[in-house]
């Protein structure tokens, strides 16, 4: 394994490890704006490798790091952002038909959800939040 292959694995289990339990800790406003880096390494290879990396261990690993649609979202931000990816996170809320409150969070590239298997469920919720900040609008 070559030394930037390496470098960016050992970022990406930093992230893994760091980013989802510091969203039980502390709000997700706060740790947006730290990890609204800049680009400063893009990697050598496609970043869906890089993806493949997070969602792997997100699965693997047990709470607090599991797996949820904010975890992923966060920890790609950060590794994106970072790699020269310009992405937003966004957050939205919908009912789903039983009336319980739905919540999802996702990543947003050139206007359009990117890295999303259900991009049409995606018009059925109201974005409250984007990171970085701005005016709120839907996908």
Not at 9 to 34: N, Y
Not at 57 to 62: C, E, T
Not at 63 to 78: D, F, G, H, M, N
Not at 98 to 107: F, I
Request: some cysteine; proline content about 7%; glycine content about 6%.
């Amino acid at each position: 394994m070559d030394v930037a292959t390496a470098w960016w694995r050992a970022r990406t289990l930093g992230a893994v490890l760091l980013i989802p339990p510091l969203l039980h800790v502390t709000s997700l406003e706060r740790l947006a704006r730290r990890l609204n880096g800049s680009a400063r390494h893009a990697p050598p290879f496609s970043m869906d490798r890089v993806v493949g990396w997070v969602d792997m261990l997100l699965y693997r690993l047990p709470w607090p790091w599991r797996s949820t649609c904010l975890k992923r979202a966060a920890v790609l931000y950060a590794l994106l952002r970072r790699g020269g990816v310009a992405v937003e996170l966004w957050i939205g809320v919908r009912r789903d038909p039983n009336g319980r409150l739905a919540a999802h969070a996702w990543l947003v590239r050139d206007g359009a959800p990117y890295l999303e298997a259900q991009v049409d469920s995606l018009r059925t919720f109201q974005v409250i939040a984007r990171f970085p900040e701005a005016d709120t609008a839907a996908p």
